[in-house]
């Protein structure tokens, strides 16, 4: 999702093509990158949590 669709559709943009987008791909689009940070923000409070983000020391 993040490469054919985010990235791909920036990358079109940057490089100054025209990029059609319809007003319910937008939301969908919207919507996956919402749920895929609120699923890394969970990951990283988790492992703040229960100190999984410390190196392991021996």
């Known amino acids: 999702?993040?490469?054919e669709e985010l990235v791909n559709r920036r990358n079109?943009?940057?490089h100054g093509q025209f990029?059609?987008?319809k007003a319910n791909?937008?939301?969908a689009l919207h919507e996956n990158v919402?749920?895929?940070l609120?699923?890394?923000t969970d990951d990283v409070k988790n492992?703040?949590?229960t100190n999984a983000h410390?190196?392991?020391t021996v």
């Open 1 to 3: 999702m993040i490469d």
């Open 12 to 14: 079109t943009i940057a």
């Open 19 to 21: 990029l059609e987008l």
């Open 25 to 27: 791909d937008f939301l």
């Open 34 to 36: 919402l749920a895929l």
């Open 38 to 40: 609120q699923l890394f």
């Open 47 to 49: 492992a703040a949590s």
């Open 54 to 56: 410390l190196a392991d």
